[in-house]
């Protein structure tokens, strides 16, 4: 299982409006299915191929890039050639991870976290 902070979800939220404005409800449709697979993947194995540990961040922080999904996340109008995010993470307690963001790739990390998240970066 995950759960989503409130910035995870309005990530979210911005890539898929972002991604239906600029290519169309087909391209929002694959890249909501490639988000959807990629939680899941990370949820049932946090630990999974692909998944980094992320040292510059206190508090065991994980991230996994939406690429290693893409395959799996593959519709009938095809899949997402090029992903650009990933998710930030950690294991709350066994089979339940929180994801604290899904940013882009090309985003510092640091400049996109709340001031307190070492002390609570998922919502509990």
């Known amino acids: 299982m995950y759960r989503l902070s409130e910035a995870a979800q309005s990530d979210i939220l911005e890539i898929l409006v972002w991604t239906h404005e600029t290519f169309g409800p087909a391209a929002r449709l694959r890249y909501e299915k490639l988000l959807v697979t990629a939680l899941r993947d990370v949820a049932l ?3 999974r191929p692909g998944t980094n540990t992320r040292p510059e961040l ?3 922080v994980r991230s996994y890039h939406l690429r290693y999904s893409r395959e799996r996340a593959r519709n009938e109008t095809g899949l997402v050639r090029n992903p650009r995010h ?7 307690k066994p089979g339940l991870i929180g994801v604290g963001r899904v940013l882009h790739d090309s985003m510092e990390v640091e400049r996109h976290l709340p ?3 070492g002390d609570n970066p998922i919502d509990d």
């Open 45 to 47: 194995d946090p630990l």
């Open 58 to 60: 206190i508090g065991n």
């Open 86 to 92: 990933f998710l930030l993470y950690r294991m709350l």
């Open 115 to 117: 001031a307190d998240y």
